[in-house]
Protein backbone atom coordinates (compact mmCIF):
# COMPACT_ATOMS: atom_id res chain seq x y z
CA UNK A 1 0.00 0.00 0.00
CA UNK A 2 2.84 2.33 0.84
CA UNK A 3 5.34 1.81 -1.98
CA UNK A 4 6.59 3.71 -4.94
CA UNK A 5 8.00 1.64 -7.63
CA UNK A 6 10.09 3.32 -9.67
CA UNK A 7 11.97 2.23 -13.47
CA UNK A 8 14.43 2.33 -15.12
CA UNK A 9 16.99 1.20 -12.37
CA UNK A 10 19.50 2.92 -14.51
CA UNK A 11 19.62 4.99 -17.43
CA UNK A 12 22.18 6.36 -20.46
CA UNK A 13 21.63 8.61 -22.43
CA UNK A 14 23.63 11.04 -25.30
CA UNK A 15 24.09 14.50 -24.14
CA UNK A 16 21.06 16.79 -25.63
CA UNK A 17 19.14 13.49 -25.29
CA UNK A 18 15.67 13.26 -23.08
CA UNK A 19 15.79 11.15 -20.03
CA UNK A 20 12.82 9.79 -19.32
CA UNK A 21 12.11 7.85 -15.90
CA UNK A 22 8.67 6.43 -14.23
CA UNK A 23 7.00 6.03 -10.87
CA UNK A 24 4.02 4.18 -10.30
CA UNK A 25 1.97 4.68 -6.47
CA UNK A 26 -0.09 2.35 -4.55
CA UNK A 27 -1.61 4.85 -1.94
CA UNK A 28 -4.63 6.69 -3.35
CA UNK A 29 -3.97 9.03 -0.25
CA UNK A 30 -0.83 10.09 -1.58
CA UNK A 31 -1.15 14.25 -3.21
CA UNK A 32 2.08 15.41 -2.96
CA UNK A 33 4.93 13.96 -5.55
CA UNK A 34 8.87 14.95 -5.45
CA UNK A 35 11.09 14.25 -7.18
CA UNK A 36 14.93 14.46 -6.09
CA UNK A 37 18.09 14.30 -7.48
CA UNK A 38 21.13 12.77 -5.22
CA UNK A 39 24.99 13.15 -5.98
CA UNK A 40 27.59 10.57 -5.15
CA UNK A 41 28.33 11.61 -0.99
CA UNK A 42 25.78 14.47 -1.13
CA UNK A 43 22.01 14.30 0.26
CA UNK A 44 18.69 14.49 -2.12
CA UNK A 45 18.14 17.39 -3.10
CA UNK A 46 14.38 18.56 -4.22
CA UNK A 47 13.97 19.16 -8.11
CA UNK A 48 10.75 19.47 -8.93
CA UNK A 49 7.15 18.70 -7.12
CA UNK A 50 3.54 18.46 -8.17
CA UNK A 51 0.67 18.00 -6.82
CA UNK A 52 -1.96 15.85 -8.67
CA UNK A 53 -4.49 19.29 -9.12
CA UNK A 54 -2.07 19.41 -12.07
CA UNK A 55 -1.12 17.00 -15.05
CA UNK A 56 2.05 18.60 -15.49
CA UNK A 57 4.90 20.85 -14.36
CA UNK A 58 7.76 22.37 -15.76
CA UNK A 59 10.51 23.89 -14.33
CA UNK A 60 13.60 24.66 -17.18
CA UNK A 61 14.49 21.59 -18.45
CA UNK A 62 12.79 19.31 -16.37
CA UNK A 63 9.05 18.15 -16.26
CA UNK A 64 6.98 16.12 -14.32
CA UNK A 65 3.57 14.26 -16.25
CA UNK A 66 1.22 13.43 -13.72
CA UNK A 67 -1.73 10.63 -14.32
CA UNK A 68 -3.91 10.48 -11.30
CA UNK A 69 -6.05 7.58 -12.78
CA UNK A 70 -3.07 5.34 -13.49
CA UNK A 71 -1.38 6.61 -10.51
CA UNK A 72 1.87 6.95 -12.79
CA UNK A 73 3.79 9.96 -12.94
CA UNK A 74 7.35 10.66 -14.74
CA UNK A 75 10.36 13.32 -14.91
CA UNK A 76 11.31 14.34 -17.85
CA UNK A 77 14.61 15.91 -18.54
CA UNK A 78 15.12 17.85 -21.79
CA UNK A 79 18.40 18.00 -23.41
CA UNK A 80 20.27 15.99 -20.66
CA UNK A 81 23.46 16.99 -20.04
CA UNK A 82 26.53 15.27 -18.44
CA UNK A 83 26.35 17.37 -15.14
CA UNK A 84 22.67 15.82 -15.05
CA UNK A 85 24.51 12.12 -14.25
CA UNK A 86 23.42 11.67 -10.85
CA UNK A 87 20.40 9.25 -9.22
CA UNK A 88 17.29 10.10 -9.17
CA UNK A 89 14.43 9.27 -6.44
CA UNK A 90 11.03 9.60 -6.68
CA UNK A 91 8.91 9.85 -3.63
CA UNK A 92 5.34 10.76 -2.56
CA UNK A 93 3.53 11.66 0.30
CA UNK A 94 0.38 13.16 1.82
CA UNK A 95 0.55 16.70 1.74
CA UNK A 96 0.32 19.13 4.24
CA UNK A 97 1.96 20.06 8.06
CA UNK A 98 4.25 17.88 8.72
CA UNK A 99 4.01 15.58 6.32
CA UNK A 100 6.38 16.69 4.04
CA UNK A 101 8.98 15.46 5.66
CA UNK A 102 7.17 11.64 5.61
CA UNK A 103 8.34 10.35 2.24
CA UNK A 104 7.95 6.94 0.21
CA UNK A 105 10.51 6.98 -2.23
CA UNK A 106 10.95 5.05 -5.23
CA UNK A 107 14.37 2.17 -5.12
CA UNK A 108 16.11 5.18 -7.27
CA UNK A 109 17.56 5.32 -11.06
CA UNK A 110 21.33 6.33 -12.13
CA UNK A 111 21.28 8.18 -14.96
CA UNK A 112 24.61 8.50 -16.94
CA UNK A 113 24.31 10.83 -19.75
CA UNK A 114 27.50 10.29 -21.85
CA UNK A 115 29.39 14.22 -23.46
CA UNK B 1 24.44 23.48 0.40
CA UNK B 2 21.66 23.26 2.77
CA UNK B 3 21.53 24.76 6.40
CA UNK B 4 20.99 20.74 7.29
CA UNK B 5 24.52 19.49 9.31
CA UNK B 6 24.92 15.60 10.23
CA UNK B 7 27.95 13.93 12.15
CA UNK B 8 29.98 12.50 12.01
CA UNK B 9 29.92 11.90 8.50
CA UNK B 10 31.85 8.40 8.50
CA UNK B 11 31.86 6.35 11.49
CA UNK B 12 32.66 2.02 11.82
CA UNK B 13 31.27 0.49 14.90
CA UNK B 14 30.81 -3.63 15.81
CA UNK B 15 28.07 -5.57 15.77
CA UNK B 16 26.28 -5.52 18.97
CA UNK B 17 27.59 -1.86 20.03
CA UNK B 18 25.32 1.29 19.94
CA UNK B 19 25.54 4.48 17.98
CA UNK B 20 24.35 7.90 18.11
CA UNK B 21 23.82 10.22 14.80
CA UNK B 22 23.76 13.90 15.53
CA UNK B 23 21.41 16.49 12.67
CA UNK B 24 21.25 19.97 13.03
CA UNK B 25 18.35 21.54 11.34
CA UNK B 26 17.77 24.30 8.98
CA UNK B 27 17.11 27.70 10.66
CA UNK B 28 13.99 28.05 11.10
CA UNK B 29 12.65 24.42 11.14
CA UNK B 30 10.82 22.78 13.32
CA UNK B 31 10.64 19.01 12.51
CA UNK B 32 13.84 16.42 11.42
CA UNK B 33 13.01 13.06 9.64
CA UNK B 34 15.48 10.54 10.08
CA UNK B 35 15.71 8.08 6.95
CA UNK B 36 17.84 4.77 6.01
CA UNK B 37 19.00 4.13 2.95
CA UNK B 38 20.87 1.04 2.03
CA UNK B 39 23.68 1.03 -1.07
CA UNK B 40 21.37 0.96 -4.07
CA UNK B 41 18.32 1.48 -2.39
CA UNK B 42 15.86 4.82 -1.87
CA UNK B 43 15.84 6.47 1.75
CA UNK B 44 13.57 4.96 3.94
CA UNK B 45 11.67 6.92 6.58
CA UNK B 46 12.56 5.98 10.29
CA UNK B 47 10.47 8.31 12.34
CA UNK B 48 10.02 12.20 12.87
CA UNK B 49 9.73 14.77 15.70
CA UNK B 50 8.03 17.66 15.26
CA UNK B 51 8.49 19.82 18.66
CA UNK B 52 10.76 17.91 20.40
CA UNK B 53 7.92 14.64 20.34
CA UNK B 54 7.79 11.89 18.18
CA UNK B 55 5.73 12.44 15.29
CA UNK B 56 4.94 9.45 12.78
CA UNK B 57 7.46 6.16 12.48
CA UNK B 58 7.70 4.17 10.04
CA UNK B 59 8.65 0.29 9.85
CA UNK B 60 11.75 -0.21 12.15
CA UNK B 61 12.37 -1.87 15.31
CA UNK B 62 12.43 -0.45 19.04
CA UNK B 63 16.43 0.04 18.58
CA UNK B 64 15.87 2.97 16.88
CA UNK B 65 15.26 5.37 18.71
CA UNK B 66 15.47 9.73 18.75
CA UNK B 67 15.15 12.67 20.79
CA UNK B 68 14.43 16.39 19.50
CA UNK B 69 15.98 18.99 21.54
CA UNK B 70 14.35 22.79 22.13
CA UNK B 71 16.99 24.22 19.36
CA UNK B 72 15.36 21.27 17.17
CA UNK B 73 18.27 19.71 16.12
CA UNK B 74 18.04 15.68 16.60
CA UNK B 75 19.80 12.54 17.19
CA UNK B 76 19.47 9.18 16.13
CA UNK B 77 20.16 6.23 18.29
CA UNK B 78 20.74 2.04 17.41
CA UNK B 79 21.14 -0.20 20.39
CA UNK B 80 22.23 -3.64 19.89
CA UNK B 81 23.91 -3.05 16.03
CA UNK B 82 23.20 -5.35 13.30
CA UNK B 83 25.05 -6.04 10.19
CA UNK B 84 22.02 -5.01 7.98
CA UNK B 85 22.07 -1.54 9.71
CA UNK B 86 24.81 -0.22 7.52
CA UNK B 87 23.88 2.51 5.47
CA UNK B 88 23.91 6.32 4.25
CA UNK B 89 21.81 7.58 7.58
CA UNK B 90 19.79 11.03 6.30
CA UNK B 91 17.89 13.92 8.60
CA UNK B 92 16.12 15.89 7.18
CA UNK B 93 14.23 19.40 7.92
CA UNK B 94 11.27 21.00 7.14
CA UNK B 95 9.16 23.67 8.59
CA UNK B 96 5.85 21.68 9.80
CA UNK B 97 2.70 24.05 9.51
CA UNK B 98 4.65 26.53 7.32
CA UNK B 99 3.32 27.17 3.72
CA UNK B 100 6.85 26.08 2.11
CA UNK B 101 6.87 22.25 1.79
CA UNK B 102 10.80 21.32 0.67
CA UNK B 103 12.17 19.06 3.31
CA UNK B 104 15.90 19.56 2.87
CA UNK B 105 18.50 16.33 3.61
CA UNK B 106 21.65 16.97 4.96
CA UNK B 107 24.89 15.05 3.99
CA UNK B 108 24.04 12.15 5.70
CA UNK B 109 26.18 9.67 7.66
CA UNK B 110 27.48 6.49 6.53
CA UNK B 111 27.46 3.41 9.02
CA UNK B 112 29.61 0.25 8.49
CA UNK B 113 28.73 -2.33 11.33
CA UNK B 114 31.34 -5.07 11.01
Known amino acids: ?115 | ETGVTQSPTHLIKTRGQQVTLRCSSQSGHNTVSWYQQALGQGPQFIFQYYREEENGRGNFPPRFSGLQFPNYSSELNVNALELDDSALYLCASSLGGGVVAEAFFGQGTRLTVV
Not at chain 1, 33 to 53: C, S, V
Not at chain 1, 54 to 74: W, Y
Open chain 1, 1 to 115: QQQVKQSPQSLIVQKGGISIINCAYENTAFDYFPWYQQFPGKGPALLIAIRPDVSEKKEGRFTISFNKSAKQFSLHIMDSQPGDSATYFCAATVAGGTSYGKLTFGQGTILTVHP
